[in-house]
């Protein structure tokens, strides 16, 4: 199957410092990139989806200044946490979707932030 | 909103105990998903369903998708330890909008 890798898997800042991480479809074009945060214990929630070529739509209370998506080619997306602070400490969940094929998502390992 | 409840939240049994874990919604699904996702990794999709009554079933998983789709259930028969994670349904559409979740630990 489709394979997605996301880099790290786990990332210690401190705060107020700016966080990268990467998400790669390894064998695939990726023409949609989802970007989820979990919080300990609770469920996937959708942060925003990047679009290769365009702007990211974020979801409802989704700071964009702060969650800085880009998707400059079909096979990278990357999610750039801007002056983090503790609260901003998540795991991060990337997905990837083949063209025409949104309801197939294929997702990373995931990223835990921690920020003290 | 279209909210997926998902029951119970957590349960821990023992190991070759049957259970169900289920997922509920006021609005119709067009397909759903059931993912599993273990500790520091992400959701594996296990299973799609798109008809209403579908009935798929993956080794001891049993999938069943209600007849108005509103509602779908997960049966797994003689649970193991290695069954132990996050299931997660999630409503499909222009994007995947999780349930709660629901916790299961299955004890040796």
């Known amino acids: 199957g489709a394979v997605v890798s996301q880099h790290p898997s786990w990332v210690i800042c401190k705060s107020g410092t700016s966080v990268k991480i990467e998400c790669r479809s390894l064998d695939f074009q990726a023409t949609t990139m989802f970007w989820y945060r979990q919080f300990p214990k609770q469920s996937l929630m959708l942060m925003a989806t990047?679009?290769?070529?365009?702007?990211?739509?974020?979801e409802q209370g989704v700071e964009k200044d702060k969650f800085l998506i880009n998707h400059a080619s079909l096979t990278l997306s990357t999610l750039t946490v801007t002056s983090a602070h503790p609260e901003d400490s998540s795991f991060y969940i990337c997905?990837?979707?083949?063209?025409?094929?949104?309801?197939?998502?294929?997702f990373g390992a995931g990223t835990r932030l921690s920020v003290l | 909103t279209q909210l997926l409840e998902q029951s119970p939240q957590f349960l821990s049994i023992q190991e070759g105990e049957n259970l169900t874990v289920y997922c509920n919604s006021s609005?119709?699904?067009?397909?759903l998903q059931w993912y599993r996702q273990e500790p520091g990794e992400g959701p594996v999709l296990l299973v799609t369903?798109?008809?209403?009554?579908e009935v798929k079933k993956l080794k001891r998983l049993t999938f069943q998708f209600g007849d108005a789709r509103k509602d779908s259930s997960l049966h797994i028969t003689a649970a193991q330890p290695g069954d132990t994670g996050l299931y997660l349904c999630a409503r499909v559409g222009n994007m995947l909008t999780f349930g709660g979740g629901t916790r299961l630990m299955v004890k040796p």
């Open positions: 990047s679009n290769e070529g365009s702007k990211a739509t974020y």
């Open positions: 997905s990837a979707a083949i063209l025409g094929h949104k309801n197939i998502q294929y």
């Open positions: 369903v798109v008809t209403g009554g």
């Open positions: 609005s119709v699904f067009s397909s």
